[in-house]
């Protein structure tokens, strides 16, 4: 008899590794979908999907530098002792790493809106884009504070 339990470990041994190579997929696959559903061109400039990989390259360049940055200040998770167990395997991982990647999007959308899409109003997409630095600002404060206080 199988151990029901040990074949859904097994089933579902998902790392970090494997989940960026299926989230990358996901995304990649669901802006291709989004694109041939509303007849967007890859080449014509008004794609989802081009803007979606040079974010990705532009974030994966960066991150190169930055993660170890950042465990170099000890900008790492704090897992308390009370919570599970597994989540002490997460201890030390980078926190603050929206510092780095939503920036680039929101410089990509504007830099893209204006070039190719070339929207004379500007109006939504600088709305969009402070709304996600005011978000970004809203995580990097609840990070600070919780490497500050060394408790999560």
């Known amino acids: 008899m199988v151990d029901s339990k040990r074949l859904s470990g097994q089933l579902f041994n998902l790392t970090g590794t494997k989940l960026l190579y299926i989230l990358s997929i996901g995304l990649t696959l669901g802006a291709l979908i989004l694109d041939g559903t ?10 989802i999907t081009i803007p979606l990989l040079i974010c990705a390259l532009i974030t994966t360049g960066i991150g190169y530098r930055a993660v170890p940055f950042l465990q170099a200040l000890k900008m790492g998770q704090i897992i308390r002792q009370e919570g599970p167990q597994s ?31 070339q929207q004379q109003d500007f109006t939504p997409v600088l709305a969009v884009s402070l709304a996600t630095l005011g978000y970004l600002f ?11 206080r060394r408790s999560n």
């Open 138 to 148: 809203i995580g990097w404060v609840d990070d600070w504070q919780v490497v500050q």
């Open 38 to 47: 509303a007849a967007r061109s890859l080449i014509a400039g008004n794609s």
């Open 87 to 117: 989540h002490l395997q997460k201890a030390g991982t980078p926190t603050m790493g929206g510092i780095f990647f939503v920036p680039v999007a929101v410089v990509i959308a504007l830099v893209w809106s204006g070039l190719f899409l």
